[in-house]
């Protein structure tokens, strides 16, 4: 499913980040519109400063939040608070993330008159196809629900306890669907937004707040079906289970570059 997702990032976005300001073609269309060296200075100073926050962002990404989740997924002592926190801490530095990249696309306006901010986005902002992105988003679930199964039959002997299983797994496919919808439905919005020279502050902060509770939908079902899945797992068989699980507790940014 998440693969889906960055696949959708992509798309719309050039990278699967937060913000097209990474869109690495941002730099050659402004070397094309924008004449005045001066602002070009300005205007690739905070690129620079924007690709650099997201490095430090990513860094302490793999480097504390998913290693956490990780060793917390793996240990059959963790609680659901335990992952409540970790996961509270974690989306409190994706909005401190998010609101500067905010900042940071209305100030490039700044750097950039109307008529050349229209050729940017008419090169960059391509809206894809809807229906192919939903599928593509929709084929990625299934094999990663498929997956999921597979290795919960191995592992869950009991039948009453696999049929469980299976339906903790359809429910999670759900909304994995349900995820990648509204993310490409937030991500078209994005680009309605983007585009006009003048948006208002306000309509970046509403797309934020929207995408931070879509996640954190995801994360809550995620950890609650670990714990149900933990319940009717052997022991002896939790380990080989739970590194399956992991690959879904690293994607801790649905629609984010990994």
């Known amino acids: 499913m998440l693969i889906g997702l960055l696949t959708l990032a992509f798309l ?3 990278r699967g980040h937060e913000t097209f300001l990474l869109n690495p073609e941002l730099p050659k269309s402004v070397n094309i519109y924008v004449k005045d ?9 905070l690129i620079k400063q924007v690709e ?3 490095v430090a962002f990513e860094k302490k990404m793999k480097g504390v939040y998913e290693k956490k989740l990780v060793s917390l997924n793996m240990s059959r002592s963790s609680v659901p608070a335990d992952f409540q926190s970790e996961y509270e801490l974690f989306y409190k530095d994706l909005n401190v993330l998010t609101t500067g990249y905010v900042d940071d696309e209305l100030k490039i306006r700044s750097f950039i008159h109307p008529a050349e901010w ?5 090169k960059l902002a391509k809206t894809p196809d809807n229906e192919k992105a939903q599928k593509g ?3 990625e679930n299934k094999k990663l629900h498929d997956k999921l199964l597979a290795t919960c039959n191995k592992y869950i002997p009991v039948p009453a306890d696999k049929a469980t299983a299976g339906n903790l797994l359809d429910g999670f496919e759900k909304k994995c669907d349900s995820l990648g919808n509204a993310f490409l439905n937030l991500n078209y919005r994005y680009l309605q937004i983007i585009r006009p ?8 902060l509403q797309i934020r707040d929207q995408m931070a509770r879509e ?3 995801y994360s809550s079902y995620l950890v609650n079906m670990r714990f149900k899945l933990l319940a009717i797992t052997p022991e002896k068989n939790w ?15 649905p629609g984010a570059s990994k």
């Open 12 to 14: 719309l976005f050039g």
């Open 37 to 45: 060296k001066e602002r070009k200075k300005e205007i690739d100073s």
């Open 52 to 54: 650099k926050t997201q």
């Open 118 to 122: 229209d050729s940017i986005m008419n």
């Open 137 to 139: 988003l929709s084929a």
């Open 197 to 204: 020279y003048n948006t208002p502050r306000a309509d970046f």
């Open 215 to 217: 996640r954190q939908s």
């Open 239 to 253: 380990e080989n289970l739970a590194k399956e699980l992991n690959s879904v507790f690293t994607d801790i940014v």
